[in-house]
């Protein structure tokens, strides 16, 4: 059974063993222990009935994983991102609720368990659709909530009672719901239309699936034989300019064309120009013979063609290519679909092409034009190929019938809802995209070939031929009443359950508590790659079906990447673990490193071949802040703890600094997080814990804690000590959960607090608390011992040897040193100060404050002048000498004229370097007088 975290009254009694933590934090005997806490608390859960009692909601829906994912560092990324803001605002007393889930991810998840099925020797079509549907849902079954179970292991704090899936049923009721809405406002249509093509996967696929890479490819320059009876036409144009009308060695006249895709002219049913083109005016009408093929085929006119472009003329294959489809619906050209869905070439071919691969035929109609004389040459071209996003197959333009959703009346009200500031995008380059994408955007098309996903809920009458879109599954034609129904074989993409989220999640399209309560939210966490899939999408739905945006700031975080800036995949070998970094450093460091590198839109480096080296960050930090807690837990002791106002006449100088940087950590942290600036909120925190109380408050105040220690001083120091520590875990919590809930549990309090730290209140700056003065004194104080420690090092004084100190200052620098004599003594090993700069000089040391004040150290008995001057001499003779070669070597006109520059420029830079070097020996060699030598 886990161990429950402690309450306030158990640490209010706080026995000896809560006052000895092990020497290093060991996140394997801690971490699983304190989570079950939190889940055994029910800290993560959120309910409508908070918010009806007038608890402000703070709503974050993730971004749900693929069903078949396994954690990646993108995904710890993510989820830390959104855990800190769930966290924070828990603690800040709102209603915090983060909704976590999973997507069936249609294609992905059908090509795993096709995969699965081939390797046992068999396939979906021998199953058949059910037995495959149900085969899929035993294989979600088994590892749909992997990446989940994965997620508590980085500690996020998910309302696990509330997980989803795409295709639970509530989930689908909402697909089915949006899909006859927006057909029933006549925002979906069935069309055919040229779409991707994914030949792999077999299934259409939008747009922004399909996206182009830049591939170094080939552009082929193909001939057409004019006909003899337009060969005067042909003269014509030729005449007036016409580049691609020439003469073939037999004396015919062609026109030539251009294609990356040599294969797709087996489909051609025309040849365009621009109707204002002078040169082919000759032309248009007349026909050209299509090479292998037998056919002729028209030249018409349109005006999609660029006549300043290239030769002016474009071949037109009107199934194969989205424009050349538009050209053939204007001018009036056949449709000719000459590929199978597999990507092979039909029966629409010659005989000798047909059954080919597409990618084989192009080879093979290469060889045949060169054969028959009719290819023209070929050009080096580097262009865009689109590929599946799932697969990486080269997609095929397609000419298909699919159902749409016609975009441009949506997309106006999520343009003006950016417009008008009603959603905000962190960084905010971001919103220049997506207005973009608004205002450029295309109908979508949503039906795919798949089996696995929300079946279309369309059904079609065998006898009179009618269609009915429906909520509920029909017996009978609305139309006939014939029971003779077959319903859409084609699945909804996976995107359009997705764009639903954060609505369905709530229960929608019912009016229940939880939407009531909890729609809209807040925050949305996410990669820019899903900017349009799924951002956008969601923002309207959600003013479509809701009049609403479903969330009012986007932070679009970076990506993770190795060294070299590559993207981490497992492809390429260069991913790393999460939960190896967990299993090696623990949840927290992992979260630390991520979060501190995590600049506003910036990607995050790591190197995969150095796991260690790249998390030492996090490590390093939690066990400093390990350390510190250790210490000033065995400080503390087990007596009761004063408040800080109780104590507030006896507070020294270090006390009221202390309280005065906790003011600014929590001021600047606030700030920070508000701003989404994630990294800039870990700085503030690395420098109030690690800068500030680690390296400087506890070292002063150690003295103070001592039993034997004046008592008020020492009640002062146990209870900012304490403060410190309690508001400097508060404040971490969100960023190190695991660390912080450990030691804040162990920590002694002025008075009662709640049982764990994952519920303890926000820290609020406490104007009070604000010391300009105290902070000046200190700094100046913290100035001059870096100073007096790095003049003790330049001269080499020995460790534990007492020095005096000069201070030339004012009256309150006279008093910041009186009251701050043990801690000058401890940490700089100053025996001795004296005001004012000594008469006559002497041999010594100086160095200059920030705020000019001079500091003096007689070197006299601190170190053996003699020698110290006799090692300065031989070390500047070493120098000179280096100087006196360099010098030389840039005097020689034959180097400097014949050497590489970077060459010559080393050199100079060396001489340079030297000179310094030399300058600053002379001056620290005459600190130290004539000497006897």
Same mark, same amino acid.
């Given at each position: 059974?886990?161990?429950?975290?402690?309450?306030?009254?158990?640490?209010?009694?706080?026995?000896?063993?809560?006052?000895?933590?092990?020497?290093?934090?060991?996140?394997?005997?801690?971490?699983?222990?304190?989570?079950?806490?939190?889940?055994?608390?029910?800290?993560?859960?959120?309910? &409508?009935?908070?918010?009806?009692?007038?608890?402000?909601?703070?709503?974050?829906?993730?971004?749900?994983?693929?069903?078949?994912?396994?954690?990646?560092?993108?995904?710890?990324?993510?989820?830390?991102?959104?855990?800190?803001?769930?966290?924070?605002?828990?603690?800040?007393? /709102?209603?915090?609720?983060?909704?976590?889930?999973?997507?069936?991810?249609?294609?992905?998840?059908?090509?795993?368990?096709?995969?699965?099925?081939?390797?046992?020797?068999?396939?979906?079509?021998?199953?058949?659709?059910?037995?495959?549907?149900?085969r899929v849902w035993a294989f979600v079954g088994e590892t749909g909530d992997q990446i989940l179970e994965q997620l508590k292991a980085i500690g996020c704090s998910c309302?696990?009672?509330?997980?989803?899936?795409?295709?639970?049923?509530?989930?689908?009721?909402?697909?089915?719901?949006?899909?006859?809405?927006?057909?029933?406002?006549?925002?979906?249509?069935?069309?055919?239309?040229?779409?991707?093509?994914?030949?792999?996967?077999?299934?259409?696929?939008?747009?922004?699936?399909?996206?182009?890479?830049?591939?170094?490819?080939?552009?082929?320059?193909?001939?057409? &034989?004019?006909?003899?009876?337009?060969?005067?036409?042909?003269?014509?144009?030729?005449?007036?300019?016409?580049?691609?009308?020439?003469?073939?060695?037999?004396?015919?006249?062609?026109?030539?064309?251009?294609?990356?895709?040599?294969?797709?002219?087996?489909?051609?049913?025309?040849?365009?120009?621009?109707?204002?083109?002078?040169?082919?005016?000759?032309?248009?009408?007349?026909?050209?013979?299509?090479?292998?093929?037998?056919?002729?085929?028209?030249?018409?006119?349109?005006?999609?063609?660029?006549?300043?472009?290239?030769?002016?003329?474009?071949?037109?294959?009107?199934?194969?290519?989205?424009?050349?489809?538009?050209?053939?619906?204007?001018?009036?050209?056949?449709?000719?679909?000459?590929?199978?869905?597999?990507?092979?070439?039909?029966?629409?071919?010659?005989?000798?092409?047909?059954?080919?691969?597409?990618?084989?035929?192009?080879?093979?109609?290469?060889?045949?034009?060169?054969?028959?004389?009719?290819?023209?040459?070929?050009?080096?071209? /580097?262009?865009?190929?689109?590929?599946?996003?799932?697969?990486?197959?080269?997609?095929?333009?397609?000419?298909?019938?699919?159902?749409?959703?016609?975009?441009?009346?949506?997309?106006?009200?999520?343009?003006?809802?950016?417009?008008?500031?009603?959603?905000?995008?962190?960084?905010?380059?971001?919103?220049?995209?997506?207005?973009?994408?608004?205002?450029?955007?295309?109908?979508?098309?949503?039906?795919?070939?798949?089996?696995?996903?929300?079946?279309?809920?369309?059904?079609?009458?065998?006898?009179?031929?009618?269609?009915?879109?429906?909520?509920?599954?029909?017996?009978?034609?609305?139309?006939?009443?014939?029971?003779?129904?077959?319903?859409?074989?084609?699945?909804?993409?996976?995107?359009?359950?997705?764009?639903?989220?954060?609505?369905?999640?709530?229960?929608?399209?019912?009016?229940?508590?939880?939407?009531?309560?909890?729609?809209?939210?807040?925050?949305?966490?996410?990669?820019?790659?899903?900017?349009?899939?799924?951002?956008?999408?969601?923002?309207?739905?959600?003013?479509?079906?809701?009049?609403?945006?479903?969330?009012?700031?986007?932070?679009?975080?970076?990506?993770?990447?190795?060294?070299?800036?590559?993207?981490?995949?497992?492809?390429?070998?260069?991913?790393? *673990?999460?939960?190896?970094?967990?299993?090696?450093?623990?949840?927290?460091?992992?979260?630390?490193?991520?979060?501190?590198?995590?600049?506003?839109?910036?990607?995050?480096?790591?190197?995969?071949?150095?796991?260690?080296?790249?998390?030492?960050?996090?490590?390093?930090?939690?066990?400093?802040?390990?350390?510190?807690?250790?210490?000033?837990?065995?400080?503390?002791?087990?007596?009761?703890?004063?408040?800080?106002?109780?104590?507030?006449?006896?507070?020294?100088?270090?006390?009221?600094?202390?309280?005065?940087?906790?003011?600014?950590?929590?001021?600047?942290?606030?700030?920070?997080?508000?701003?989404?600036?994630?990294?800039?909120?870990?700085?503030?925190?690395?420098?109030?814990?690690?800068?500030?109380?680690?390296?400087?408050?506890?070292?002063?105040?150690?003295?103070?804690?001592?039993?034997?220690?004046?008592?008020?001083?020492?009640?002062?120091?146990?209870?900012?000590?304490?403060?410190?520590?309690?508001?400097?875990?508060?404040?971490?919590?969100?960023?190190? &959960?695991?660390?912080?809930?450990?030691?804040?549990?162990?920590?002694?309090?002025?008075?009662?607090?709640?049982?764990?730290?994952?519920?303890?209140?926000?820290?609020?700056?406490?104007?009070?608390?604000?010391?300009?003065?105290?902070?000046?004194?200190?700094?100046?104080?913290?100035?001059?011992?870096?100073?007096?420690?790095?003049?003790?090092?330049?001269?080499?004084?020995?460790?534990?040897?007492?020095?005096?100190?000069?201070?030339?200052?004012?009256?309150?620098?006279?008093?910041?040193?009186?009251?701050?004599?043990?801690?000058?003594?401890?940490?700089?090993?100053?025996?001795?100060?004296?005001?004012?700069?000594?008469?006559?000089?002497?041999?010594?040391?100086?160095?200059?404050?920030?705020?000019?004040?001079?500091?003096?150290?007689?070197?006299?008995?601190?170190?053996?002048? *003699?020698?110290?001057?006799?090692?300065?001499?031989?070390?500047?003779?070493?120098?000179?000498?280096?100087?006196?070669?360099?010098?030389?070597?840039?005097?020689? *006109?034959?180097?400097?004229?014949?050497?590489?520059?970077?060459?010559?420029?080393?050199?100079?830079?060396?001489?340079?370097?030297?000179?310094?070097?030399?300058?600053?020996?002379?001056?620290?060699?005459?600190?130290?007088?004539?000497?006897?030598?």
């Amino acid at each position: 059974m886990a161990e429950p975290l402690q309450t306030g009254s158990q640490q209010a009694d706080r026995p000896e063993e809560a006052l000895t933590l092990p020497k290093t934090f060991d996140p394997a005997a801690v971490e699983s222990r304190i989570y079950q806490g939190w889940i055994d608390g029910g800290y993560f859960g959120a309910s &409508p009935s908070q918010v009806a009692r007038g608890g402000n909601p703070y709503v974050i829906v993730i971004p749900p994983p693929n069903v078949t994912a396994v954690l990646h560092m993108g995904h710890g990324l993510n989820n830390t991102v959104q855990d800190v803001l769930v966290r924070w605002r828990r603690m800040q007393g /709102r209603v915090a609720l983060w909704v976590p889930g999973t997507d069936h991810a249609g294609i992905a998840t059908q090509n795993v368990v096709e995969r699965q099925l081939a390797s046992e020797g068999t396939s979906k079509e021998a199953l058949g659709r059910d037995a495959f549907v149900e085969r899929v849902w035993a294989f979600v079954g088994e590892t749909g909530d992997q990446i989940l179970e994965q997620l508590k292991a980085i500690g996020c704090s998910c309302d696990w009672s509330r997980t989803r899936f795409t295709l639970d049923e509530g989930l689908s009721r909402a697909v089915r719901e949006v899909f006859v809405r927006l057909y029933e406002d006549g925002l979906i249509y069935r069309g055919e239309y040229i779409i991707n093509w994914c030949p792999r996967c077999r299934t259409a696929l939008s747009n922004e699936e399909a996206e182009g890479t830049e591939v170094d490819g080939s552009l082929w320059h193909i001939r057409y &034989p004019i006909p003899a009876e337009y060969a005067d036409g042909a003269s014509a144009a030729a005449a007036a300019g016409a580049e691609s009308v020439s003469r073939l060695p037999d004396g015919r006249w062609a026109l030539t064309v251009s294609t990356t895709r040599p294969e797709t002219m087996l489909g051609d049913t025309g040849v365009a120009v621009h109707p204002g083109d002078a040169r082919y005016q000759s032309l248009v009408g007349a026909e050209a013979e299509l090479p292998l093929t037998g056919r002729r085929i028209p030249l018409v006119a349109d005006e999609y063609v660029d006549a300043e472009f290239g030769t002016g003329m474009v071949k037109v294959t009107p199934a194969h290519d989205p424009n050349d489809f538009e050209i053939a619906g204007r001018t009036g050209l056949a449709i000719l679909n000459v590929m199978t869905p597999e990507g092979a070439m039909n029966d629409e071919v010659p005989d000798v092409f047909r059954g080919m691969d597409r990618f084989d035929a192009r080879k093979a109609v290469i060889a045949a034009l060169e054969g028959q004389g009719l290819m023209a040459g070929r050009d080096d071209h /580097r262009h865009s190929v689109p590929r599946c996003y799932r697969c990486e197959t080269v997609v095929e333009p397609r000419l298909s019938e699919q159902w749409f959703v016609r975009m441009k009346p949506m997309a106006d009200k999520a343009l003006a809802a950016s417009r008008d500031g009603t959603v905000s995008f962190t960084p905010g380059r971001w919103t220049k995209v997506y207005d973009g994408w608004m205002e450029n955007i295309r109908d979508w098309c949503i039906s795919r070939q798949l089996w696995w996903g929300h079946r279309i809920p369309v059904w079609y009458c065998g006898d009179c031929g009618e269609f009915m879109v429906l909520r509920e599954d029909p017996t009978t034609c609305g139309s006939c009443g014939s029971e003779d129904l077959t319903q859409d074989p084609d699945v909804l993409d996976t995107w359009f359950s997705s764009w639903l989220w954060p609505m369905s999640v709530f229960g929608w399209p019912e009016e229940t508590e939880d939407l009531a309560a909890f729609y809209p939210g807040h925050t949305l966490v996410t990669a820019p790659e899903i900017l349009f899939f799924w951002v956008a999408r969601m923002i309207m739905s959600g003013l479509q079906m809701r009049g609403e945006v479903p969330f009012t700031e986007v932070y679009l975080h970076g990506t993770v990447r190795d060294i070299q800036g590559r993207k981490m995949s497992k492809s390429l070998g260069n991913g790393i *673990d999460p939960l190896e970094v967990v299993s090696l450093f623990g949840a927290d460091a992992l979260r630390f490193t991520l979060l501190s590198n995590v600049g506003v839109g910036a990607d995050i480096r790591l190197d995969h071949e150095d796991v260690e080296a790249s998390f030492a960050p996090g490590r390093n930090f939690v066990n400093k802040l390990w350390n510190a807690g250790r210490f000033a837990l065995r400080s503390l002791g087990t007596e009761p703890v004063a408040s800080l106002d109780a104590v507030a006449d006896d507070l020294a100088l270090e006390d009221r600094w202390m309280l005065s940087r906790l003011r600014f950590a929590e001021e600047k942290v606030d700030a920070e997080l508000e701003a989404l600036r994630i990294h800039g909120a870990a700085e503030a925190l690395r420098d109030v814990f690690w800068s500030e109380l680690a390296d400087w408050y506890l070292e002063f105040v150690k003295g103070r804690l001592r039993p034997e220690a004046d008592a008020p001083s020492r009640e002062a120091a146990r209870a900012v000590l304490a403060h410190a520590l309690d508001r400097v875990c508060r404040l971490l919590h969100p960023f190190v &959960p695991f660390v912080t809930e450990e030691l804040w549990g162990k920590l002694p309090s002025a008075g009662d607090r709640p049982e764990a730290l994952i519920v303890a209140p926000w820290p609020l700056p406490d104007p009070t608390h604000e010391d300009s003065a105290a902070e000046r004194r200190f700094a100046w104080l913290q100035d001059l011992i870096v100073q007096v420690r790095s003049l003790r090092k330049e001269y080499g004084a020995k460790e534990g040897q007492r020095i005096k100190v000069h201070v030339a200052c004012d009256a309150e620098g006279e008093a910041t040193l009186a009251a701050g004599a043990e801690s000058l003594e401890r940490l700089a090993r100053v025996g001795t100060v004296e005001f004012g700069l000594p008469p006559g000089g002497g041999a010594g040391a100086t160095a200059v404050l920030t705020d000019g004040t001079q500091v003096f150290i007689p070197l006299e008995g601190l170190v053996d002048l *003699d020698q110290e001057r006799e090692r300065l001499r031989r070390e500047i003779e070493r120098l000179e000498g280096q100087l006196a070669g360099t010098r030389a070597k840039l005097a020689n *006109d034959a180097f400097v004229s014949r050497a590489p520059e970077e060459v010559v420029n080393k050199e100079r830079l060396k001489e340079a370097s030297l000179r310094e070097q030399i300058e600053k020996l002379e001056d620290k060699r005459r600190t130290l007088g004539a000497g006897t030598g």
